[in-house]
């Protein structure tokens, strides 16, 4: 499972560049399998990108990656089953389904895995299927769907789901007439995968508005993109600059999408400049508490950012409420941030009070799920003393060797495979 081992105390200053978005890749690959040749540049070297292609090679496609560029050649794909072993590790195999609808008018999978952050049931996705037409049977642990034929239908989600609206997209794309998402998410990486779907031949407007258009073509051509960079990464690195009153420089981001999770580290204290493609972060030598913070949809502060800031807000002066209104138990993270020295009170899973203390100090604590472990690292860095983070496995699911970065900009951090 691997694990981190970190010395506090050190400030982070330097220099990093960000990579590609693990959350605009992933869409990306899955919408790889409605088309003929894709080229994909800026693609993360992360397990979750391998485990995508592995579904993309047993569906039939012919795959290459290079660990920045993938070539995905789906002219040869003829499976429309979804592999067991991938999608329980995965929720993003999700995606898949809707392609496999849009190019076979079938499907059969697994009902899918991934972190832990509550129930993440899938019926938005499946009652889209069923307006688009297809008939869709749900057993204890496996959906299937068919469809005689798939027409373009007006969808309205009762909630921007991430995960529906890119499913819908993709389902939508090969599907004859016109469909409309109502009530659709408007996060980056939906702009990204229409960004992505149009250069292959696809008709996709208005991504990151909230309506959604797509009017079925028959069929995409070749395609050559490059993904959009990882704003969650650039959010963490930054939180690392702040928690360890560092100066860093992120270059490769795109402002308005971490505009949310900068703007909430200018409030506490921190110093932002912005530049072309760049910003720097100047942390104070304390950050000041936010008195009360929610994550939401995009724009609002990303749930993604949540245990990061929570590390932050841990060491900041003065008291926060965090009103996790996107999953229902996104705390996996507070027991180990406790056990750090953290003072958290976890109300119900999604309300958390915290007051700030002015030093954590070390401990062995556990990663259970991506963003969480990030967290706990970022605690560490902070800390009196030696953290050991185990479970690096989690991490590694969405940070591309998140320790080298970190060691680059100063940090006392080893990363011990076992
Ligand atoms: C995507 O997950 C991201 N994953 C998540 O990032 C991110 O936290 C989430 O969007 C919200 O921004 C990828 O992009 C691969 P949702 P997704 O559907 O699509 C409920 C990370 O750390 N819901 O927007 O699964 C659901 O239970 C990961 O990188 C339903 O009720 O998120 C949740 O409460 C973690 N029914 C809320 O919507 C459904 O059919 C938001 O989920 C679907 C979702």
Redesign the pocket.
Known sequence: MGEYHIIGGRRLCGEVVIGGS??AA??ILAAAALGRRSVIHNCPKIS?VECTLEILEILGCDVSYDGRTVVVDARGMASHALPKEQMTK???S?LFTGALLSRFGQFSAHNPG??E???????????AFRSLGAKVTEGEQEFFATADRLEGCKICL?????????NIMLAATLTQGVTTIKNA?K?P?IIDLQNFLVAAGAKVTGAGTGTVVIEGVDELRDVEYSVMPDR?VAGTYLAAAAITRGSVRLKNVVHGDIRPIFEKFSEMGAAVTLEEGAICLAAPDRLKGLGYLATN??PAF???MQPQIMALLATARGNCTIDEA???SRDKHVSELVKMGAQIENCNGSIFHIEGVAQLHGATVYAK???GGAALILAGLAAQGKTVVKDAVYVER?YEAMHNDLQALGADIKFISS
């Open positions: 693990k959350n992933l869409p979750d995965m929720r993003s999700m991934g972190c952050l509550g129930k993440r049931p899938i019926n938005l996705h499946l009652n009762d909630f921007p789901s991430v995960g529906a609206t890119q998410a996060e990486e969650i949809p995009h990303p749930t993604d996107v999953f229902e799920d991506l963003r969405g």
